[in-house]
């Protein structure tokens, strides 16, 4: 079976860094990366980061500057590099791809998303 999963959250001091990394496993042949996405606590799930399989990046306003997403190919992971934290981004962050099974099939695939903390 394919899955995601999202790891590296936790708590952290405002100002603070964390690295978040998304691992693709299963029978799988290629994974088009989508990108990151959070739900904060009584809100709708925004877009952070994505990332194509050409390597366009885009970021929400919200995070530009601080955020960076980038991927690993042969280890099949995203990562997202969050610096200078602010209570704000507290959220379950998720982790979102197109993965190409090893049968050709394709399909789209969401985390469990991991819980990112930031105290003030």
């Known amino acids: 079976q394919v899955q995601l999963v999202e790891s590296g959250g936790g708590l952290v001091q405002a100002g603070g860094s964390l690295r978040l990394s998304c691992v693709a496993s299963?029978?799988?042949?290629?994974?088009?990366?989508r990108g990151w996405y959070r739900q904060a606590a009584g809100k709708q799930r925004e877009l952070v980061a994505t990332?194509?399989?050409?390597?366009?990046?885009t970021y929400a306003d919200s995070v530009k500057g601080r955020f960076t997403i980038s991927r690993d190919n042969a280890k099949n992971t995203v990562y997202l590099q969050m610096n200078s934290l602010k209570p704000e981004d507290t959220a379950v962050y998720y982790c979102?791809?197109?993965?190409?099974?090893?049968?050709?099939?394709?399909?789209?695939?969401w985390g469990r998303g991991t819980q990112v903390t930031v105290s003030s």
């Open positions: 299963g029978r799988i042949f290629r994974v088009n990366p």
């Open positions: 990332i194509s399989s050409g390597g366009s990046i």
């Open positions: 979102n791809a197109e993965i190409w099974t090893l049968s050709g099939g394709t399909g789209d695939y």
